[in-house]
């Protein structure tokens, strides 16, 4: 269990270790509700609100690229199984949305309650960027969307769901505190976020960091060579320290420019997916602290 679980959330189910997320398998007689996530990084954080109230599964594994998931039969009926739906929107996983159609269950979308950042360069200019969740700001939003969709579904434990979303919203804000800290001590030029996808945008903008990145969203591609060329003329001309990839992106355009600029290269951030119960983000919060530390001590460098 990490250091992070181990404090004041260790009652907080969402710290449990998140195997479960990897493949859900309900447990023989298990009748509480079923809250059903698409990725396991918004499972756990549903898990972390829900407590013991409900069940909540993932319907990607651990290590899944969410972005172009093709969803399988079996999806459609553990889909129409469900008490509850929840999805984050904004595009990343609107393949779930026909299965949603034909089921009964509520459906929440927790990117609803975002204060959208659009993309501004590629083909998906003008989109909102989907990746809210990794802002502990845009996170404490998305605790809330839980706390209400659980509580209408379970009302008779909606005092021990609020008690959950309170502790889970006080991390993140503890967490929040910390990232904007620790930038603030940076010498400002190193207040750079350098990263393959551009998936920090919510957490660069709560930071005070400066975000560029090679693509907007992962679709496979290394990037344009005009979008290359500019993120190595951005880390040329700041000096920082390290540029950073994700655990499920390709690194090899952004290690190329970090031996090119003679700095540190680290790809080990966690966005779209949890890392299994022995790795480095195996929760939602984990998550959350394990990339503000990598970022803090990257930029330090």
Known sequence: MSALC??????????????????????????????LATFTVIADLARA????????????????????????????????????VVTNGMGIDDWLLTLVERADAPHVVLSDSADPIAIDTGHYAGSPNAHAWVSPVEGARYVEALRVAIGDLVPQQRAAVDANAAAVTAELERQRERLRQGVAALPPEHRVLVTCEGAFSYLARDAGLTEASLWPVNAGGQGTPQAIAEVAAVVERTGVPTVFCESTTHPGTQEQIARTAGVRFDGGLHVDSLSPPDGPAPTYLALIQHDIDLILEGLRR
Not at 11 to 28: H, I, L, R
Not at 60 to 80: F, I, K, M, Q, S
Request: with cysteine; hydrophobic share 40%.
């Open 6 to 35: 181990a404090g004041a959330l260790a009652t907080v189910a969402g710290c449990a270790p998140s195997g479960s997320a990897a493949g859900d398998v309900p447990e023989v007689g298990d009748d509480r509700p079923l809250v």
């Open 49 to 84: 609100v829900a407590g013991d109230a409900a069940r909540v599964e993932s319907l990607t594994r651990v290590g899944v690229e969410v972005h172009d998931y093709e969803p399988t039969p079996g999806d459609l009926v553990r889909t129409e199984g469900a008490d509850l």
